[in-house]
């Protein structure tokens, strides 16, 4: 069973990388503190020994990692709990002599070029996140237009005939390939790339280290994998993951490198760290969203709500730029594709159309109404999202292995089309052909000449476009039987979908839920009023109801109701579009999380929310600390430090450096943080005290190794270390941070989870009133701690 | 020459408050650091007997605390001195042992039900804020009606006879009265009200207590003096004021209470403090741009553009929601006015019309177009701030007295009605009365019959239906030379109009001067190119030009895009405006300050902005703290408080409290910090041990005693001490902030810098290795340091 954490999990690959999560011992609170300093002197030689055989390029395989761990075989998977493996990005510069040095030697025209850099990189994210975008769309198009042509001409020739069954295989097999490359994909190649990847994003936003999240194998699996699906006419849309492939660019081009294509630019080395990283990936989001729905302020909320802790107006600038050239260049390329060059009217991969304001303008009296749809968007997204958490835990228990999920892939592809075969073939819902062939793919089927069958539109359209047609079609069009049907099963083929190993995003078809059953709604409400004026269109309300549905199902506000009034290109609906996601929000919550936080939740995924509980203010660092803390001394002997490191288990990725009194008598007082992956690069490159004594000659070690290991430091395992080398010392001074942030210990939790999500912070050293290390705070000590229905409740840390 | 300072500068009744900066000595970095305690033992007895006589309720005129502080009589006013007389706002939580406990005590539904009236006081925030926009909207559009109506009979009535001068004197005279009445409120009852009221609440956001900002007096003046400058024909608009009025009801209804009034309702007691102040302050700053602009994201964002540090969602969200409310409600209000109740497509009080789509596009080709205006727009804005600087300096040297102030904004009147009349005489512009009389003012003039004269009808209207009618009006409506002149007259006009003793703003001049130029601009275009089949349309290149001279003034880039997104209330042309905007502030900004920091500086607040300076590294809290530091013991005597808050010209507001070893000879450790405000609470009620003691009934001071008397705590002189309660003992344990943020003193300025920023502090207290007092950290601190020509220089600390 130790393949559900492993191929389930967004993580399972993980432990590659060999660095463990900080090992917070369970046991803290109750215990007095004290400082503790585990310095085992040499007694695990034997473990160096068997170790340091291990070649620096191997790469250990997991299967061996865990038996190495001994972690459990079975764990109870439920959302109460905190998983230990995932890493904090460290937002907080490393402000030691090395870095010091360097920002001290730069000109003001130095800072001036990285500010430039700056500004060039996030042009280029753009760039390239709108070509992507464009790339995507184009494929799913031209494709999509040769699938329907094949199929047509089967299902024109197999009408009369009466052999549509013939029809309907033909339809069930295309979509089913297509479906089975996507799955196959990303089950295979990269199990990180499914879904929309924006519950991936937002924790990277939020600062937890995702592995594999960003890398170019992950952008290529997405792509590729979203073509399938949305071509394999599965109840998904492409605009989700767009998100994540903005994120994966933004980490590329600004990293000047990229692992998969072992390639190294030596370009933009400034930016290899965490934090201008970071900046760079929200700049990336922000574009993607951008680019999915032509909203760059939207793209830019959309970050900020999910990933800013600290606003920074030059990075909210940067990112808007990066949004802004994003869309721009998307708008520009399709429109050279559909051959109007020039027109950049356009902007995004959905377009809402145009809502002209004569047509469907609102009054107050509607207001009501449309609070009543955000009630109904609220409830229908708390029961997709209660339906789809269910679906997730039954996913996580049986259905783990890749073939099995591939499998389901393509069960789901075969019954979609199934479905859709059928309501097309039952519904007699024909309507005429607009005199200008507004349509794009009609299918006549039963129809008389002339006419088309709008639930075969419906189903055959590209979501995108059934959504427009929803919004905009003339009233009429839609039967109001077909448009029920259509949401029945629409929706519970979107909620079977979301969390397949496939690519693809939940926006669309929540919109589509909503859409079809808003213009219902619209309907039903024109024909109870007899007068009719304003009640004719019910595109408005098919607007709102999409709104209200993609609010009850994701719960965004802010940024959502920007992405929707930019995707419609008119304001006047702002208003009650905030409305009606307030509504849905409320509404929602009473039961039930937003899709995004359940996934999160279920993986465990230690998440910090913006503030800490509320009743939470009995609490002090004291108890949340962890503790007792391992030190390091300013000149430590290096057999130490791989003891240490060894050590993963209890010890965290940051350790406290003491300096001892003069006297050996005095207690130890906290002068310096140091890092796992700068020790780790210390041993690599033997910056022993003892050898530089003997090797004059020695290169001093500059900040440009440690850029280079970034972020992929090899595991302790894999350095080799010398019985002799053991008894040199390492001289931490020049490495360390010497100005980490501290708390007191009678801190009150609040302000500690202030301090830390304020300054995303990876590690927060608490202090007792002489300075001396007490305890440590990270990332999980904070997130443990929730409001749940008894109160303040504390989630369980465990090792999946 | 003390009336310089006195009734040019913001803060001119400031010292009421009888509290005085901070009083960093000058010397700090060359001096080494220690730790001094100015304890001085109780020499200055007859200072306080003199003092205590001084009655408790009775306010110091300025003049005699000038005269007790011996400040300098004449101080040069330039921009780089920072003032000390600003105080900071606290944005941190003072956690002590009563905070802790109310929120320990408090339950969940207590957390949910201060969230629930955080709502209600944003809703209500916003609806006063959208009926403020609305009075003013009707009584200047009233009165405006009634002042046409009569000069336009009048001018009828002599046209032909040839007696106009008689009309001009006329509409002189009206003007100039409505002017005086509006500066004579602002310079006698409230010089705060002057201006627009953005840089000051840009100040205030950003931390900076700026005295009398927010009261209600300052809200009648500014409502009524912005009736009287629009109404009086001046070049401004009534846009900026709402801004602050939204701040100033923003500050009252959270306080629950008015100083002005002198009225306490007793509600909303939780919120008075500066957290929880300020965050209602960026609502109600937000609520004014969305009744200004119709534009509630462009007033989120510019809540966050200039006031954020933390961004907090929740935060963000009641934001949003005051912004909502308040547009929602101006136009309900105005539509049931406008005679078409119910119509909710009109949301704020410049509406720049519906830019159609199709007549409208523009293509790539244009965006250079766009950039080369972008770039006019810069260079026009850094002309207009660099007059406005100019003759800020002069007002400042020889514009102090109100009268003479009074006398220069009739003076302005008058010289802007001549003008006008003039332009208006000797232009020949007639053009042809619509069919459906679009215009509502039209004059004939000398034109024929059926014809009016376009001139008088661009300076008759109020400015805002002027940028609309350039936006919108056909091709041919307006003449080139008579644009030519217009923007020409407009831009001196309205830069000398600036600064004035009058509540105004300066949003509407600047987009009529770029919407003037625009057009002419698209005019040109079109009269060049031949084929002039996209270019016929010179409206959308008045909407650019607006944008550009806008963006070339006051230097917003991201609130501004989206606020003039969505006052066109069409997305479409997000992407140019973003670009223009862009270009106008790099060109700006390489020759000078936008208009409003122009006005922070020449006030010397003391303002921090996003960063550090870039080349700052090699400073650290060592040189930039400022030390000594009083510090006061755990249990100090009350004499001692005394005397050390009397001393005013060299202490803090904060003070570190410290604890002595048990024998006496070991360091003092720092323990906490208490503010001045809260010894002078604990002062005034006699908190005394020895009381404690012997009168045992005695009421515990509870927080209420410090929510009552924020946030005008009275100055120490005011409060009777005797000689025998010199000799009593204070103990402050359970009133200081425990757990005070700290650094360790070779912490580096933008490491420094980032904390303060980000948690929004007053006093950051640097400690040594054995955690002892070294320093204070405050806001003047940081803000001296800035990137001039010659790399980081340091501001001047002045008095002023």
């Not at 170790?51 to 038996?67: G, H, K, Y």
């Not at 490359?181 to 990847?197: K, M, Q």
């Not at 990229?258 to 700049?283: H, P, Q």
């Not at 009194?661 to 890092?675: D, F, S, T």
């Amino acid at each position: 069973m130790a393949n559900i954490t492993k191929k389930v999990s967004w993580s399972s690959r993980a432990d590659e990388s060999g660095i463990t999560g900080e090992g917070t011992p369970l046991l803290n609170g109750s215990e007095q503190p004290r400082l503790s300093r585990q310095l085992s002197g040499g007694g695990r030689i034997f473990q160096i020994g068997r170790l340091s055989t291990v070649d620096l390029e191997e790469e250990i395989s997991s299967e061996e990692q865990d038996s190495l761990r001994g972690r459990p075989k079975e764990i109870p998977h439920n959302e109460k709990l905190l998983s230990l493996k995932f890493e904090s990005l460290d937002y907080d510069n490393i402000e030691n002599q090395l870095f010091l040095e360097e920002e001290r030697r730069m000109s003001y025209m130095g800072f001036r070029c990285l500010e430039i850099s700056r500004w060039v990189v996030c042009g280029l994210i753009g760039f390239l996140t709108g070509l992507i975008a464009c790339f995507i769309d184009i494929v799913v198009e031209e494709m999509a237009g040769i699938k329907y042509r094949v199929v047509k001409e089967n299902i024109d020739k197999f009408t009369e005939v009466g052999g549509l069954s013939i029809s309907l295989i033909l339809w069930v097999v295309i979509n089913s390939v297509f479906v089975m490359v996507g799955a196959i994909l990303v089950a295979c190649f990269e199990p990180i790339a499914a879904g929309s990847g924006i519950p991936q994003i937002k924790c990277y936003l939020n600062g937890v280290k995702i592995p594999r999240v960003v890398r170019l194998k992950t952008l290529l699996v997405k792509v590729f994998g979203v073509i399938c699906s949305v071509v394999g006419g599965l109840a998904v849309g492409k605009e989700g993951p767009m998100i994540h492939s903005g994120a994966v660019v933004a980490a590329g081009v600004s990293q000047g490198r990229s692992t998969t294509l072992k390639k190294d630019l030596k370009m933009f080395e400034y930016f290899r760290r965490d934090t201008e990283k970071r900046d760079f990936v929200s700049a990336g989001a922000a574009a993607g969203v951008s680019a999915a729905f032509g909203a760059p302020v939207g793209g830019v909320l959309f970050s900020l709500e999910e990933g800013a802790s600290f606003w920074n107006q030059m990075l909210t600038w940067r990112i808007f730029f990066a949004s802004m050239i994003s869309t721009f260049t998307l708008n520009f390329f399709l429109s050279i594709y559909h051959k109007n060059p020039g027109d950049l009217s356009n902007p995004g991969l959905i377009n809402f159309g145009r809502f002209q304001n004569d047509s469907v303008a609102y009054n107050l009296y509607e207001i009501p109404l449309f609070i009543i749809m955000g009630a109904i968007g609220g409830l229908l997204g708390a029961l997709f999202n209660k339906l789809n958490y269910w679906l997730t835990i039954f996913r996580i228990r049986y259905v783990h292995r890749p073939a099995l999920q591939v499998i389901e892939a393509m069960l789901v592809a075969a019954v979609t089309t199934t479905v859709s075969f059928t309501m097309i073939y039952f519904s007699n819902d024909c309507q005429p052909l607009g005199p200008e062939h507004t349509e794009e793919y009609p299918l006549q089927l039963f129809c008389a000449d002339g006419e088309y069958n709008s639930m075969a539109t419906a189903f055959f359209n590209t979501p995108e476009k059934s959504v427009r047609s929803l919004f905009h079609n003339q009233p009429g069009t839609y039967n109001p039987l077909t448009l029920g049907l259509f949401t029945l099963t629409y929706f519970f083929l979107a909620c079977w979908t979301y969390g397949l190993v496939v690519s693809a995003g939940v926006f669309i078809p929540s919109l589509l839920i909503g859409a079809a059953w808003g213009r219902l709604f619209g309907i039903l409400l024109a024909s109870i009023t007899s007068t009719g004026s304003i009640w004719t269109d019910p595109g408005k309300y098919a607007l709102i109801g999409a709104a209200a549905q993609l609010g009850g199902i994701v719960r965004m506000t802010l940024s959502l109701t920007v992405i929707m009034v930019e995707a419609t290109g008119n304001v006047t609906y702002g208003l009650p579009i905030m409305l009606v996601l307030m509504t849905a929000k409320i509404v929602g919550d009473y039961f039930v999380e937003g899709l995004y936080d359940i996934h999160i939740k279920l993986q465990s995924v230690p998440f910090l929310h913006w503030d800490a509980p509320a009743t939470s203010h009995w609490l002090t660092a004291r108890e949340v600390m962890s503790s007792p803390v391992t030190c390091l001394n300013r000149i430590e002997k290096v057999g130490t430090i791989v003891d240490v490191l060894s050590n993963t288990s209890t010890n965290h990725n940051g350790f406290p450096v003491v300096t001892q009194g003069a006297g050996g008598e005095e207690p130890a007082k906290l002068c310096g943080l140091i890092l796992r992956s700068q020790l780790i690069v210390l041993l690599k490159h033997k910056v022993f005290v003892e050898l530089a004594r003997s090797r004059l000659s020695l290169r001093k070690l500059q900040l440009k190794d440690f850029r280079d290991a970034y972020p992929r430091f090899p595991p302790i395992q894999s350095i080799h270390v010398s019985q002799d080398e053991r008894e040199c010392m390492m001289d931490l001074n020049e490495f360390m941070n010497a100005t980490p942030y501290t708390v007191p210990q009678d801190t009150s939790l609040p302000r500690v989870f202030k301090l830390f999500r304020a300054l995303g912070l990876r590690h927060l050293v608490v202090v007792d009133d002489e300075n001396r290390v007490v305890g440590l705070v990270t990332r999980k000590d904070l997130a443990r701690y929730h409001l749940g229905k008894h109160g303040l409740e504390e989630l369980q840390l465990a090792q999946t």
